[in-house]
């Protein structure tokens, strides 16, 4: 009888040019056509992603990107409506290496169409007049106060004690363009400080590890450290993707939260996008399964809707008897990872909302 030995040997993890080099080609010319707004969605990240974390771009990055470079002004022309995404990828094409100096030429282009005059919305504004500064144009001269009326949005912290994933991301990206994505200190008051660490709290709780990444980066260039448990949360959601390589393989996937726990590793110093990245059409894939307790609070809250009140400590117990034991767990982590936490459940409570509406 032959005895069979199985060896579970990991993948061998390329060296980091190399790495670069398969993540790159595969998002340029393997997940995506170029014609796809979701092309240039997933290129502007990763390549946002090399550019802030100060990582060197690998040796045949013009090779990858050599024909969307060639053709930047004919896709200007044709989709001014995508000129944020064109522009962030063209400049961070330039500013990892890429020889050539058409960044300035298409942002004086874009300011001549006014093509940030017709966003509707002060964040869009804010990355426009980001990207355009890189480049020393400000398309939006006469807008003293977009600033101020960012500042004031994130300030309000009690926006983000209650689930709104929309305000959460909105709440990253200010931080991110009002830093200069960790270049500057963005001088952020008490207020926009809690309302990182309540979002935070729901993205833990939700055990959203895309969200709570864009939390920790944005906190990381507001030199405002994100608490242990949730860097270690992270840490450990980096490990837990496994990449999937074939010609058939569903782009509908994990990417964007791979990319986020990534970067947040490499703002904090680790290894970047040190995984086993294989060649060719690439898919991300979230395996572990997790427990989150956000959805079985939510319910007890409103089915307790005269009963509840915003005191943690009345409520833990209440809560705790009627959510599942693993759940608890989680939410007990999170009310120990952050010293806002009392501060975070009042406002989601929402006690105070009933006495005003009877």
């Known amino acids: 009888m032959t005895n069979v030995l199985q060896l579970n040997i990991p993948p061998r993890v390329r060296p980091l040019n190399q790495r670069l080099s398969l993540l790159l080609d595969s998002f340029c010319n393997h997940r995506r056509s170029g014609d796809d707004v979701f092309w240039l969605k997933e290129n502007a990240e990763i390549l946002n992603i090399l550019e802030t974390s100060r990582t060197e771009a690998p040796d045949n990055l013009c090779e990858i990107y050599g024909a969307f470079y060639a053709e930047i002004e004919q896709r200007f022309a044709f989709?001014?409506?995508?000129?944020?995404?064109?522009?962030?990828?063209?400049?961070?094409?330039?500013?990892?290496?890429?020889?050539?100096?058409?960044?300035?030429?298409?942002?004086?282009?874009?300011?001549?169409?006014?093509?940030?005059?017709?966003?509707?919305?002060?964040?869009?504004?804010?990355e426009a007049r980001r990207l355009m500064a890189r480049r020393g144009f400000d398309p939006l001269g006469d807008d003293a106060g977009l600033e101020h009326r960012l500042r004031r949005f994130i300030g309000?912290?009690?926006?983000?004690?209650?689930?709104?994933?929309?305000?959460?991301?909105?709440?990253?990206?200010?931080?991110?363009?009002?830093?200069?994505?960790?270049?500057?200190?963005?001088?952020?008051?008490?207020?926009?400080?809690?309302?990182?660490?309540?979002?935070?709290?729901?993205?833990?709780?939700?055990?959203?590890?895309?969200?709570?990444?864009?939390?920790?980066?944005?906190?990381n260039f507001a030199q405002n450290e994100p608490p242990k448990v949730w860097t270690e949360w992270l840490f450990h959601e980096k490990l837990s993707y496994r990449l999937f390589c074939g010609d058939d393989v569903r782009v509908q996937d994990d990417y964007h939260e791979f990319l986020m726990c990534h970067w947040y590793q490499a703002l904090s110093g680790d290894?970047?996008?040190?995984?086993?990245?294989?060649?060719?059409?690439?898919?991300?894939?979230?395996?572990?399964?997790?427990?989150?307790?956000?959805?079985?609070?939510?319910?007890?809250?409103?089915?307790?809707?005269?009963?509840?009140?915003?005191?943690?400590?009345?409520?833990?117990?209440?809560?705790?008897?009627?959510?599942?034991?693993?759940?608890?767990?989680?939410?007990?982590?999170?009310?120990?990872?952050?010293?806002?936490?009392?501060?975070?459940?009042?406002?989601?409570?929402?006690?105070?909302?009933?006495?005003?509406?009877?």
């Not at 962030?88 to 330039?94: A, C, K, R």
């Not at 200069?180 to 963005?186: A, I, L, M, Q, V």
């Not at 040190?274 to 409103?302: C, H, K, N």
């Not at 929402?350 to 005003?356: C, I």
Request: net charge negative.
């Open 79 to 126: 989709f001014p409506q995508y000129y944020r995404f064109l522009l962030s990828i063209l400049l961070d094409l330039e500013d990892l290496g890429m020889k050539g100096t058409k960044g300035e030429a298409m942002v004086d282009w874009a300011i001549k169409q006014n093509l940030a005059g017709g966003e509707l919305s002060d964040l869009q504004r804010m």
């Open 271 to 358: 290894a970047v996008f040190d995984a086993s990245i294989p060649q060719g059409r690439v898919r991300f894939e979230r395996s572990a399964t997790r427990t989150a307790p956000l959805r079985e609070m939510s319910e007890y809250m409103l089915r307790h809707t005269h009963n509840r009140t915003g005191n943690w400590h009345k409520m833990r117990g209440p809560i705790e008897n009627e959510i599942s034991r693993e759940a608890a767990d989680v939410l007990n982590t999170a009310a120990q990872s952050s010293d806002r936490f009392e501060a975070f459940f009042e406002g989601f409570a929402r006690a105070d909302h009933v006495g005003a509406m009877t």
């Open 156 to 219: 309000n912290s009690r926006i983000f004690s209650v689930p709104n994933k929309k305000a959460a991301y909105e709440l990253t990206h200010t931080v991110f363009y009002l830093s200069e994505y960790g270049r500057r200190d963005p001088a952020l008051d008490q207020g926009a400080c809690d309302s990182l660490h309540f979002a935070g709290l729901m993205a833990y709780l939700e055990q959203n590890a895309d969200l709570l990444a864009e939390i920790c980066i944005a906190m």
